[in-house]
């Protein structure tokens, strides 16, 4: 009974990944793995396809919010292939993205 309750409350600790445990550091080397094919993911990186925003400009859309981009993240957007992310990359790209915006 209380191994099944000490589970359970693990299970939503890690479900509820908050946005401040989210690691922008985490976030560039996934959005130079993953992202960097369509996005200017970086100041350091050339225009690629010119068809996906630089994340500079998403950074800087106004009252971006980080857990509705983790969210938007975990969905495959249209062009964008579905890259299975997890929760937590989610909120690291999301972080990294942001943080490129400032
Ligand atoms: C195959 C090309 C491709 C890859 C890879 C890709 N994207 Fe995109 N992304 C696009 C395109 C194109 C758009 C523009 C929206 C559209 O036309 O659907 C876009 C739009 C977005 C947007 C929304 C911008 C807005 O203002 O609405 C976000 C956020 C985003 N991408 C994040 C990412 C992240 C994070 C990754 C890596 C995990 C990624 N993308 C990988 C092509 C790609």
Do not use: N
Request: glycine share 4%; hydrophobic share 45%; charged share 20%.
């Amino acid at each position: 009974m209380r191994r099944s309750l000490a589970a359970s409350l693990l299970f939503l600790v890690v479900l509820a990944t908050p946005p401040w445990a989210a690691d922008a550091d985490r976030g560039e080397i996934l959005a130079r793995r993953w992202c960097a094919a369509c996005h200017v993911v970086a100041t350091d990186q050339q225009s690629v396809t010119g068809q996906a925003p630089p994340f500079s400009t998403i950074g800087r859309t106004p009252d971006l919010d980080p857990s509705r981009l983790a969210l938007f993240l975990l969905l495959p957007h249209p062009k964008m292939p579905d890259m299975a992310l997890s929760r937590s990359e989610a909120a690291d790209l999301a972080a990294y993205i942001l943080s490129q915006g400032r």
